[in-house]
């Protein structure tokens, strides 16, 4: 009741119009790359924008609690958000690759054609070899990984698109259903809400390029599970810069993991499932003694 309440809050105009850029504008500049590099330019501007109307949304996620978190307690939850996705994706991975193989088929293609578009080895017109200057080769991989990077990176401010998507289906149910809106029957207009953003997260992924529609479907599935993930953290973090960071990590290590660092996607979540485990720790020897310091403070006079 009290996010619904906070989602749906009044809006400017000029936050409605910014809203409505980086859903729809968003949108219908990812189908123009198809045809033109000056609109898939324009969409990262958008995503890049984004990250400034994020900063005026996500204070309606916060659930008014009056014990704010510490600063482990914001890794224990990074940590463990991480963990989830990283779980769940991997089964939504392989429900994919059983399923729609012709998607996965393709995918691979794409994979190992992108990969081998990575090589830094030259050739002159003439095919024959050339010595590359060290340092030159050395630029040439810093631009590559870091253009792979920063694009990952504007990928994790899709929950920026996903949060301003749920407030706007949110306040269209609120005029379409008032009566079921005052009735207190609200979560069930924010599951609706998660479900359709997810359905067209899963459509964006297919916007881009034009595909048989055996593969789009199984991208579609696909991608909508991995967005209903997303969804599903951001409303129990209440945080969404929180999932704007698992979000593009994940996407920053899948892409080392594909064209540069075998299962490096692995190696990250080993190494934050050691972390979620230190912290825990820590957390239940911090609260063991603080309860035993209460049991052990002296009553006061009657």
Same mark, same amino acid.
């Not at 012709?102 to 054609?113: L, P, R």
């Given at each position: 009741?009290?996010?619904?309440?906070?989602?749906?809050?009044?809006?400017?105009?000029?936050?409605?119009?910014?809203?409505?850029?980086?859903?729809?504008?968003?949108?219908?500049?990812?189908?123009?790359?198809?045809?033109?590099?000056?609109?898939?330019?324009?969409?990262?501007?958008?995503?890049?924008?984004?990250?400034?109307?994020?900063?005026?949304?996500?204070?309606?996620?916060?659930?008014?609690?009056?014990?704010?978190?510490?600063?482990?307690?914001?890794?224990?939850?990074?940590?463990?958000?991480?963990?989830?996705?990283?779980? $769940? #994706?991997?089964? /939504?991975?392989?429900?994919?690759? %059983?399923?729609? !193989?012709?998607?996965?088929?393709?995918? +691979? &293609?794409?994979?190992?054609?992108?990969?081998?578009?990575?090589?830094?080895?030259?050739?002159?017109?003439?095919?024959?070899?050339?010595?590359?200057?060290?340092?030159?080769?050395?630029?040439?991989?810093?631009?590559?990984?870091?253009?792979?990077?920063?694009?990952?990176?504007?990928?994790?401010?899709?929950?920026?698109?996903?949060?301003?998507?749920?407030?706007?289906?949110?306040?269209?149910?609120?005029?379409?259903?008032?009566?079921?809106?005052?009735? $207190? #029957?609200?979560? /069930?207009?924010?599951?609706?809400? %998660?479900?359709? !953003?997810?359905?067209?997260?899963?459509? +964006? &992924?297919?916007?881009?390029?034009?595909?048989?529609?055996?593969?789009?479907?199984?991208?579609?599935?696909?991608?909508?599970?991995?967005?209903?993930?997303?969804?599903?953290?951001?409303?129990?973090?209440?945080?969404?810069?929180?999932?704007?960071?698992?979000?593009?990590?994940?996407?920053?290590?899948?892409?080392?993991?594909?064209?540069?660092?075998?299962?490096?996607?692995?190696?990250?979540?080993?190494?934050?499932?050691?972390?979620?485990?230190?912290?825990?720790?820590?957390?239940?020897?911090?609260?063991?003694?603080?309860?035993?310091?209460?049991?052990?403070?002296?009553?006061?006079?009657?």
């Amino acid at each position: 009741m009290r996010l619904t309440t906070n989602l749906t809050k009044p809006i400017s105009k000029k936050l409605l119009v910014a809203i409505l850029i980086i859903t729809f504008g968003a949108e219908i500049l990812l189908y123009l790359t198809r045809y033109s590099s000056m609109a898939s330019t324009l969409y990262d501007a958008v995503m890049v924008s984004s990250f400034f109307i994020g900063w005026k949304l996500y204070p309606r996620l916060e659930n008014g609690e009056t014990n704010r978190k510490s600063p482990r307690q914001h890794m224990l939850q990074f940590t463990g958000a991480f963990l989830i996705f990283f779980l $769940g #994706s991997t089964v /939504i991975n392989v429900y994919s690759s %059983l399923t729609f !193989t012709d998607f996965n088929e393709d995918y +691979d &293609h794409y994979v190992q054609t992108y990969t081998e578009s990575q090589s830094f080895e030259k050739e002159d017109k003439s095919n024959s070899a050339v010595h590359e200057i060290p340092v030159t080769s050395f630029f040439e991989k810093v631009d590559t990984v870091s253009s792979d990077i920063y694009t990952d990176s504007l990928a994790g401010l899709e929950e920026v698109w996903r949060l301003a998507y749920m407030i706007l289906l949110l306040v269209i149910f609120r005029k379409v259903f008032p009566r079921r809106w005052e009735n $207190g #029957s609200r979560d /069930i207009f924010l599951l609706a809400a %998660l479900f359709i !953003t997810s359905i067209l997260f899963g459509i +964006d &992924h297919t916007l881009d390029t034009e595909q048989p529609w055996a593969i789009r479907l199984g991208a579609i599935v696909t991608f909508a599970n991995m967005g209903f993930l997303f969804g599903v953290i951001l409303l129990w973090t209440r945080n969404l810069w929180l999932t704007v960071i698992v979000h593009a990590l994940y996407d920053i290590t899948a892409t080392l993991s594909w064209y540069y660092i075998e299962y490096a996607v692995e190696y990250f979540t080993l190494g934050v499932l050691i972390l979620h485990i230190y912290l825990l720790t820590l957390e239940k020897l911090t609260q063991k003694r603080s309860m035993q310091e209460k049991m052990t403070v002296p009553a006061g006079p009657l």
